[in-house]
């Protein structure tokens, strides 16, 4: 669907984020990649397609790329509280204690969109984590483990 909808309009970042992210889910680094940068390019300044940029490096093994993102992603934060998505890159790059860090920022901050946390893969590793299940609580959800 999202490939259908940018043959109908190659100028839709979304399209092109939300491909990307797909792309990243399933492992498809390379061209998850293509399509977050395409997405960029098209809208520059949106941090959350950086974030899934960001994952997506680190999915493939480019520590670099993703931390440069992270730092990009902070920089961009002046419009909206990123800490939510910097704690999804530090996910994805197995950075436990600096995921749960921003987790806790995020809670602080009131980080939106806080629901990434409990619905995207980077998070996967870490819910039966008992730090998880803490952040879980003092977001108002219930603990969970993955399904």
Do not use: C
């Not at 792309?23 to 061209?31: A, M």
């Not at 941090?47 to 990009?72: C, H, N, P, Q, Y």
């Not at 994805?92 to 995921?99: N, P, S």
């Amino acid at each position: 669907q999202m490939q259908h909808s940018i043959e109908l309009d190659p100028a839709y970042y979304r399209a092109h984020m939300f491909l990307g992210k797909l792309l990243s889910g399933l492992e498809r680094h390379e061209e998850a990649v293509v399509e977050l940068r395409k997405a960029l390019s098209l809208f520059p300044e949106h941090i959350e397609t950086m974030a899934f940029l960001g994952s997506a490096l680190a999915g493939k093994g480019d520590r670099d790329g993703a931390l440069k993102m992270v730092a990009k992603i902070q920089r961009a934060g002046n419009r909206t509280e990123p800490a939510v998505l910097v704690a999804s890159v530090y996910a994805r790059l197995g950075m436990a204690d600096e995921m749960f860090d921003w987790l806790e920022r995020a809670v602080v901050v009131k980080s939106t969109p806080i629901y990434i946390s409990v619905i995207t893969y980077e998070f996967y590793p870490y819910f039966s984590d008992a730090r998880f299940h803490s952040f879980l609580t003092s977001i108002g959800l219930p603990q969970r483990g993955r399904a």
